[in-house]
């Protein structure tokens, strides 16, 4: 667990779903049913992040219609939900030695402070907590702003996936790091959390080119 006030990085639950699901609509032209997510959190190679904004209460959620057939039709279970503000979302795959980052993204509201750099170095330490070689990632060829981010944590254009994107055709660009257990590239992580803890000390956030705020920063 990560928390940088009044901020908070947990592993994501079931009950963290609908609130992840609503910030992917908010992202993504594309989107995943919530089923999905119900899926990936059993899924033994998934790894899934949220961060929490400890100073806001969590959205209230509309109860279930019922049924015209209700009382004679049993009622669908209701999801279960969470007290927590989620703000922020990041999933993975831990592959054989690589990990892949499937999704990340920000609230509207919450974005340039940071947050996303947050969960991108805590997905590199993961990476790190589980042997894993590299971190790698598709992204769109227009979202500049989150190729930027990545290069600054040293990930190279690798490939591209012509028309990867459904909605609109888009190619993706495929980046990577360097070998990530390497010194020169821990000497790098460690100056960038430090950078990036100072300008949570000091009240700041994401200011410029180097933030991914601007636009949701990866979608698989």
């Known amino acids: 667990m990560v928390a940088v006030s009044p901020y908070e990085l947990r592993a994501m639950t079931e009950a963290d779903i609908s609130q992840v699901a609503a910030i992917e609509r908010e992202s993504f032209p594309s989107i995943w049913p ?6 990936e959190l059993t899924n033994r190679l998934a790894r899934y992040l949220v ?11 509309e109860p279930s219609k019922r049924s015209r057939w209700w009382p004679f039709r049993r009622r669908q279970q209701q999801a279960p939900t969470t007290s927590d503000f989620i703000v922020a979302y990041v999933g993975v795959w831990l592959m054989v030695d690589e990990t892949h980052i499937v999704a990340i ?24 907590a589980s042997d894993q070689e ?8 227009s979202n500049l702003a989150a190729q930027t981010l990545y290069e600054k944590y040293r990930f190279l254009k690798v490939g591209v ?7 609109n055709g888009e190619d993706a660009i495929v980046m990577s790091t360097p070998p990530i257990r390497g010194g020169s590239y821990q000497e790098l992580l460690a100056y960038l959390k430090e ?16 933030s991914e705020e601007g636009a949701a920063a990866a979608e698989a």
């Open 34 to 39: 919530q089923t999905a997510y119900k899926r």
């Open 51 to 61: 961060v929490v904004d400890r100073s806001q209460a969590a959205p209230a959620v």
């Open 105 to 128: 993204a920000v609230r509207p509201a919450y974005r340039r402070r940071g947050l996303g750099e947050l969960l991108l170095q805590e997905i590199i330490d993961l990476a790190l």
């Open 134 to 141: 590299t971190v790698t990632l598709e992204v769109r060829r």
């Open 161 to 167: 996936r012509r028309r990867y994107y459904t909605d």
């Open 195 to 210: 950078q990036h803890a100072r300008r949570w000390a000091a009240g700041g956030g994401e200011t410029g080119a180097s």
